[in-house]
Structure formats: C-alpha cells, structure tokens
C-alpha cells in the first residue's frame, strides 16, 4: 500500500491550495478514505472523510464551507481542495486508508 500527498506549500491568508493523495496497492473505490491534519505541538485531529462512491462526506466543524473534499476512483486519487485559508490551518496534512498513511505535505498559511 502506497499513499502519497501533493500539493502542499505556503500561502497567505485567504489564499486556496488543492491538496492530492495518490493510492496505489488496493482497490481503491472499494473504501471511504480520510484526510488528517497535525499542528506543531497539537494531536493529530480528522479534517474531512468521503464514502468509497463519493457519494457522502464528512468534516470537522473549523473547516465546514471552507475545504471540499473529493476523490477520483479511475485515477485512484483524493483531494482536499482548502480555500479561504486561515493561520490556524497550518499543519502537516496526510491522507489515510486503515492503518495505512502517507507522509503527509506541509501546508503553512502566514503573510
């Protein structure tokens, strides 16, 4: 199982970033997925999840409006796309499947 995130960076205030996790050794469209983040000094906290089909999506209260997440299951490949972006989303974003994560992509808003 491999998943790997793109897409991360630094951006201002009220910018957007699109975030990617490309999945590989599974089958894929079988399976929800989620999308966590970690702040320096803070737990790793669920930023948004999506049903196998995409059909139904979750997320955590501080980012409802803002972050859209979605998946495409013939590129086997999830998204976060995080717009209006505040100080406080700084973080380390990783994807996950199981007990399975990624590395995860640093994304640091600050002017």
């Known amino acids: 199982v491999q998943l790997v995130e793109s897409g991360g960076g630094l951006v201002q205030p009220g910018g957007s970033l699109r975030l990617s996790c490309a999945a590989s050794?599974?089958?894929?469209?079988?399976?929800?997925m989620s999308w966590y983040r970690q702040a320096p000094g803070k737990e790793r906290e669920l930023v948004a999840y999506i049903s196998s089909a995409g059909s139904s999506t979750n997320y955590v209260e501080s980012v409802k409006g803002r972050f859209t997440i979605s998946r495409d299951n013939v590129k086997n490949t999830m998204y976060l796309q995080m717009n209006s972006l505040k100080p406080e989303d700084t973080a380390v974003y990783s994807c996950?499947?199981?007990?399975?994560w990624g590395k995860g992509t640093l994304v640091t808003v600050s002017s």
């Open positions: 050794g599974f089958t894929f469209s079988n399976y929800g």
């Open positions: 996950s499947w199981k007990n399975y």
